[in-house]
């Protein structure tokens, strides 16, 4: 039985196993890096600017613990995570070599979109002394929103929310806050689909927002297909 089939039961499994409360923010996170971790499928898909109608198109591989997102317009680009390390390695690949993409980048878009290296490396999730703000729905959905706060004075994010899917483990939601307290980015999962038996994503809405006036300054969506069968 492959692991994406896998899935949704040792989600399950672990969701049932901890379902004394209250839950710490820290089970949370380790259950949203274990959604991530588990996967084991190939989809292909794009980046689209909202503005412009720019798209970028990718190919998404989970497999043995790592997310790659394979670029082909050129300068063609892969960006791998390696989930096996603690906290996740993010790399990138582009014609020369792979190096580790150093924390100064992490700011920085992906493919010219409102995508940046930060969101990909997930760095966020492994933030210490996490705290659990309450529950919220999303889209109909019972989540909890767990609160990460920034160690260090690098990187574009200060202080992160997330929203976590109680059913599935996965991220529903994040904003993003500078260190004025002021939000910069934000992203929701706007659709998901079922295969054989498991969710996954199917578009995801990124927007970057102007800290002076709270107005959305740039919007990406990332859409997936359906898993690619093995």
Not at 112 to 124: I, T
Request: one cysteine or more.
């Amino acid at each position: 039985m492959k692991r994406l089939f896998l899935l949704p039961l040792l989600l399950a499994s672990v969701l049932r196993a901890e379902d004394a409360q209250p839950k710490t923010a820290e089970e949370i996170l380790r259950i949203v890096r274990l959604s991530y971790a588990l996967q084991n499928h190939k989809m292909n898909g794009e980046l689209r600017d909202d503005a412009t109608g720019r798209t970028e198109p990718l190919t998404l591989t989970m497999e043995d613990k790592v997310m790659r997102f394979l670029f082909k317009n050129q300068p063609p680009e892969i960006v791998h995570l390696d989930l096996n390390t603690e906290p996740a390695t993010l790399y990138q690949v582009r014609q020369g070599g792979s190096s580790v993409v150093p924390s100064s980048q992490h700011g920085d878009k992906v493919r010219g979109m409102e995508f940046n290296y930060e969101d990909l490396s997930l760095g966020f999730l492994y933030w210490p002394h996490p705290q659990l703000m309450g529950e919220d729905r999303v889209s109909g959905q019972k989540c909890w929103i767990v609160r990460v706060t920034n160690p260090s004075s690098q990187g574009p994010y200060y202080v992160v929310d997330l929203w976590v899917h109680q059913g599935s483990g996965g991220a529903a939601k994040m904003a993003a806050f500078d260190r004025n307290s002021k939000i910069v980015k934000r992203y929701q999962v706007t659709k998901v689909q079922k295969v054989d038996g498991a969710t996954t994503l199917k578009e995801l809405r990124i927007e970057s927002i102007n800290p002076a006036n709270g107005e959305v300054k740039g919007r990406t969506y990332m859409t997936l297909d359906d898993p690619v069968k093995k």
